[in-house]
């Protein structure tokens, strides 16, 4: 049974960094994208940004780009959200989602899995 299981999230001043971790088991995931996506109360999931794990190529959304960066440790099976210069707007339950494929789909549901989520607060 594959499982993803999030944490680092909080609470942080606006401008400020954090860091999520997402760690994946039950799988091999030589071939899995990765995917970060989040969640605004009463807003539809919207994608943050994912990675291919063969190849490591990086997409992100407009919206975070320059801000956030994603990249994984493949020996621990694990993928990174680093996020900097943090904004009120960013404010949202963050979800780690995997795909088995090489491919970057743009919608949570696509995915094959996801995490329960964490939840990231930006203070102004």
Not at 64 to 86: E, G, H, P, S
Not at 110 to 118: A, I, K, L, S
């Amino acid at each position: 049974q594959v499982q993803l299981v999030e944490s680092g999230g909080g609470v942080v001043q606006a401008g400020g960094s954090m860091r999520l971790s997402c760690v994946a088991s039950g799988g091999s995931f030589g071939w899995w994208t990765m995917g970060w996506f989040r969640q605004a109360p009463g807003k539809e999931a919207e994608f943050v940004a994912a990675i291919t794990w063969h190849t490591a190529r990086a997409s992100y959304a407009d919206s975070v780009k320059d801000r956030f960066t994603i990249y994984r440790v493949n020996a621990k099976d694990t993928v990174y959200l680093q996020m900097t210069n943090l904004k009120p707007e960013d404010t949202a339950v963050y979800y780690c989602a995997a795909d088995w494929s090489d491919t970057v789909p743009p919608l949570i549901d696509e995915y094959d899995y996801r995490g329960q989520g964490t939840q990231v607060t930006v203070s102004s």
